[in-house]
């Protein structure tokens, strides 16, 4: 079975939700790509936490009639390629890749979400959109490719004449949102960096670190059962209303051109 297959969830019910037909999730990491370390849980690291949070995000948008394809289900590797790559030949209405976020020494915490652009926000979102690009099969796909900077000035050129762009700032916005009341720290808002997993997305395509894992409190709720429940309904809870206040009524219109 291809890995295409293998990413496809159950059916969804009857009544879709406003707006959305088909989401994709991807749960950071995977396989050898470990991702950060949970400091509070020995052996165990960010691609076990993305997936199982990433999971819980899919129950709740299924349950609302949302149809749902996950890039993984299982501890497996797949390049940041691969993963942007079924969203565009599923056509999904949007692309989500959920992460922990950690730094070298414990300090910061909150939640964040990040869409695409060559210029980060700041220098720490500079250091986690490198960390998170720097899987060995990505560089090996970015080798004797154009330069990193042509590339993504060429994807923003499409960008800015492409209202996925505009969208995805509102999809961040909106996750954060539904996030600040299920989550006790931190509202990092809406950022943004120049992440390989967003490159050539034809939709609306968001980052969200849902916390930062090795956080002496932080670290301990974004990996406990509590805290990924709560995490993945705020996530649902943005991406709904997306559907609801952004596509749902554009859909209404039928006019591409008009903005809600």
Not at 75 to 86: F, P, Y
Not at 164 to 172: F, I, K, Q, T, V
Request: net charge negative.
């Amino acid at each position: 079975m291809s890995w295409l297959l293998c990413a496809l969830i159950g059916a969804a019910p009857a009544q879709a939700a406003p707006g959305l037909r088909l989401v994709v999730l991807d749960p950071g990491h995977g396989g050898t790509n470990l991702g950060a370390p949970a400091r509070y849980h020995r052996g165990r690291y960010e691609k076990e936490f993305s997936l199982l949070i990433a999971r819980r995000v899919a129950e709740h948008l299924r349950g609302e009639g949302v149809q749902v394809v996950l890039t993984r289900l299982e501890d497996r590797d797949m390049t940041l390629k691969e993963r942007i790559g079924l969203a565009n030949k599923l056509s999904a209405d949007l692309f989500l890749s959920v992460h922990l976020n950690a730094t070298e020494r414990p300090g910061p915490s909150g939640h964040e979400t990040f869409f695409l652009s060559l210029d980060a926000t700041d220098e720490a979102a500079k250091r986690l959109a490198a960390f998170e690009n720097s899987e060995p099969a990505t560089l090996a796909d970015a080798a004797g490719a154009a330069p990193v900077d042509d590339a993504v000035g060429d994807i923003l050129l499409d960008l800015t004449r492409n209202r996925a762009h505009a969208d995805a700032e509102r999809l961040a916005a909106l996750i954060q949102a539904r996030l600040a009341p299920r989550s006790p720290f931190q509202n990092r808002g809406v950022k943004q960096a120049p992440f390989f997993v967003l490159m050539g997305a034809a939709m609306p395509a968001v980052v969200t670190e849902v916390g930062f894992i090795n956080h002496p409190q932080e670290g301990r709720f974004i990996t406990s059962d509590e805290g990924i429940k709560d995490l993945a309904l705020g996530i649902a809870e943005g991406i709904l209303d997306f559907g609801r206040l952004v596509l749902a009524p554009r859909a209404k219109t039928h006019d591409p051109a008009e903005t809600p």
